[in-house]
């Protein structure tokens, strides 16, 4: 059956059509002046360079839901840290889990003080549902956050840390490196939307004094922020998002590492 569209559809298409355009457009000048702003301007430093004695104790918490492939990599990556380890523990989160990654949590729990395994198999599903039980056991004054496929450096839990000796600072970003770039051209292409992402827009944003954002791994945030407003909202799909515009509106400063 034909169909003839009447002159407000044709007019809401032309609408919304010269809506999106504008949008790209603006959308582009941005990414224009950010890639500017890390080619030729001043780079705004870090606190890599604060040497101090006086460490907080931190909470390493990672979520897991089916990781057994790779559990193994960030908890032995986490062991190797030159972070005092009087000073943190982990907590991994096995969340609902139906592989052998319980087991494997077990098994680091046995052989290691500081790792203290949180096992979900019933509540609510998801990440924000298991980061907030996971807080309520948390030791640590400041939060660190891994999905359990990355593989932390030595020295990322300092680096992560030492920001939070700033008293304005509510949380931190890091930044996420692919090891497996050149597996195929999917992965080339992922790496190069995580290289603009973090070593162009995070970055940008950083030295523009505008809000990076905390991107809900390879990040952290101080605890009594977090417990002070009931956690995550469980409700909310980006909750890394939704921490950043909290912890903006409160005034605090969120910060790329």
Not at 6 to 24: N, S
Not at 89 to 113: C, H, M, Q, W
Not at 239 to 248: I, K, N, P
Request: glycine share 8%; proline share 4%; hydrophobic share 45%.
């Amino acid at each position: 059956m034909a169909m003839v569209m009447t002159p407000y559809v044709i007019a809401f298409l032309k609408f919304y059509f010269i809506f999106t355009v504008i949008v790209m457009i603006l959308f582009a000048i941005r990414h224009f002046i950010f890639t500017f702003n890390r080619m030729y301007c001043e780079q705004k430093l870090y606190y890599q360079d604060i040497i101090d004695s006086d460490l907080p104790f931190i909470t390493v918490l990672i979520p897991m839901h089916n990781e057994e492939k790779v559990a193994h990599g960030v908890l032995d990556a986490l062991l190797e840290s030159n972070y005092p380890v009087e000073k943190f523990e982990v907590i991994p989160i096995n969340d609902f889990s139906e592989d052998g990654t319980k087991e494997i949590l077990e098994d680091y729990a046995v052989r290691y003080g500081n790792i203290h395994p949180l096992h979900r198999n019933s509540g609510e599903r998801g990440k924000p549902a298991a980061l907030n039980r996971a807080m309520e056991m948390a030791q640590g004054e400041i939060i660190v956050v891994f999905d359990a496929d990355y593989l932390p450096g030595k020295g990322l839990l300092e680096n992560l840390s030492t920001a939070f000796l700033d008293p304005e600072v509510g949380a931190v970003m890091g930044r996420v490196v692919p090891v497996n770039t050149k597996a195929n051209f999917l992965t080339r292409l992922l790496d190069l939307e995580r290289s603009g992402g973090y070593q162009v827009d995070q970055q940008a944003r950083y030295n523009l004094n505008l809000i990076p954002q905390y991107g809900g791994t390879v990040g952290g945030y101080r605890k009594d922020l977090m417990m002070g407003t009931d956690g995550f909202n469980t409700k909310i799909l980006a909750e890394d998002t939704e921490l950043t515009y909290r912890l903006f509106c409160s005034g605090w400063k969120v910060i790329v590492c």
